[in-house]
């Protein structure tokens, strides 16, 4: 990753399986695996399954779920992107959001 580029989420897919597919602004498509984070701390409110696809959007470029369902920043819970930028593995785009 180049140190001037600033990564920022343009779409986030959840899935049943507490994974989200990553799309960036430079075209890459990544995958975060939140199985660990759900367990710890504020993110365990996200084992609900309901609300981890629900609630999943982009707010102010990165990965976030929006508790409230109102668009408020400071009461959601969100990643950064730098770090799932680094961390997450590329991956294709899964073929069931092509077809």
């Given at each position: 990753m180049d140190n001037?580029?600033?990564?920022e989420i343009d779409q986030v897919i959840p899935t049943r399986d507490f994974k989200v597919y990553l799309y960036f602004d430079d075209g890459s498509i990544k995958l975060f695996d939140a199985r660990e984070i759900i367990k710890k701390g504020i993110f365990r409110k996200l084992q609900?399954?309901?609300l981890f696809m629900n609630a999943c959007t982009v707010l102010n470029g990165t990965l976030a779920w929006d508790l409230e369902g109102n668009y408020d920043e400071t009461k959601c819970l969100d990643l950064d992107p730098i770090v799932l930028y680094k961390t997450c593995?590329?991956?294709e785009e899964p073929e069931w959001v092509r077809t």
């Open positions: 001037r580029y600033f990564p609900d399954i309901d593995p590329d991956v």
